[in-house]
């Protein structure tokens, strides 16, 4: 390789943190718990630490942004397949969230401990990384968030709405009260707008739009389910406060111009036909309503959120261009470079073996299978809830061909 | 940073690098994000005794909320099971890899299914439509909307 040790060492650190998975830990024999408790606090469908968890009315849990998207999809649990779910079920989970926030915490702090107790093996690297705390979930800024809170004032300097003034000021400090000093560039700012300020890395000194602002102080933390039968009615419907769920919108009801007006209202770009302002729009509804999801001070910012969105757009477009499935070589090829750096990582620790992990069996919930002794004259059952076997109507053959 | 269905799949990959797949089933390629391929056999007692397949998977940017495309290989001398809900060009008619799927189902949970939906077949026989179906066939079964009992929308 011919990456210098720097970016290399970046890359290696970025992969252990990628595939960070239960298997990091030792088995149930060497440590009991471990992995099952890695494997509880990971959302079935991105398999990644919860991020905002969410519970549907049968109790199973996901980040907020997954299970949105999967019930975009289909409208049911992805779990036990209970039918007729949709986002006005799901309910905040904070219980399950500061678990996970505390996990991620222990987590490189427990591996670290296993590895000096030479419970694991020295080639597992994703222990090494992990007191760096680079494994920390998808909220890069809640790091540096808690440094560049001003130790007096005490309070975070929070992308969370609501959050900020959330205690009384320090007395004794110099500002005047409507005023505070930026805990990053130590200019005097204004309260109400210093969330506005930070998201704009320290640019904005004046408040663009004084209701949302204020909003950002006074607005209650709402309910992700509520708001979400209203349909947005044209442009004051959808003047969106911070803190408050955006509410579902039927485009159909909407002509070309009031979808633009929703995305204006948004901030966000209006460029592309119709179908793409939609599936912006969609979109940021999704990421904003899972964002406050989340407990304010693990919130991202609006900038950040903006950023995931173009991100997802971006995706959308590379795949849209070549049918991907289809298109294998093409998209070997764009992919390989990251694939190579994800999976050098993961090349095998140890033989691959025929005998199955209780991480796997977890994974799979109910996935239940035999070692190769015991013979498979029982079929395997898998995931209680879904059909045995596939099936084929026998009567009934008739294919239609897309 | 890397998109959630790539990062799902390394995750994926690498339990499946670390802790091994289920018994009588094999992986052969996964040398990127679009296309995987596993060997899959019957273990035990069963029609298909003594022989060995091959799975290919196929994924777009949105698994695992959307279902990997997955096929019997039937190229290079290789042949698809006679099975009756496996087509003679590799393609499978099996729920879950259509409105069955779910996202919390994976890559090695589908080979399971599929490697009990051998070992329970009684009879080895193709689809009785079988020749009608492959003559027009699309490339990617995901295309393809199979009718299954009693389950289609
Ligand atoms: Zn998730
Ligand atoms: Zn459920
Ligand atoms: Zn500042």
Redesign the pocket.
Known sequence: MQMSTGSKKRTIEQLAATVSDSTDFPDIDTAPGLRTLDTALRCPICCELFSGPVTLRCGHCFCSLCIRGSLAQKQECPSCRKGEENEGHLRVNPVVEEAVEAWSKARPFILQLLHRGGRLSGSNSSSESGPSNKRKRSNPDSDSDIELVAPPSGHKTGIGSGTVFSKPQEPMLAASPAETP?P??G?T?KHEIINQ??DSG?KTFHLNNSKTAWSKIMGPRVDPGKNKQTQAKGKERSLSVEGEALPKVSYDTLKDKQIKQLLQDQGLATLGNRALCIARHQKWVMLWNSNLDKAPKNRKSKSQLRSDLDQWLQEKHESKSKVVVEDTFGHQKKYESEFKRLTEEARPKKAVSSQLSDSREATSSEAKYTDATSSTSSPVKLLSQSPQSPHHDGDNNEIEVL | MASISARRLAKELHEIQTEGCPVGINLLQADDFAAWQFTIEVMGESLYQGEVFTLLFRFDKHYPISSPAVQFVVTDGKTSPVHPHVYSNGHICASILGNEWSPVLSVIAVCLTLQSMLASCKKKERPPDNDRYVRHAPDNPKKTQFHYDGNSP
């Open positions: 930026c990053v560039c200019k700012v300020h930070l320290c």
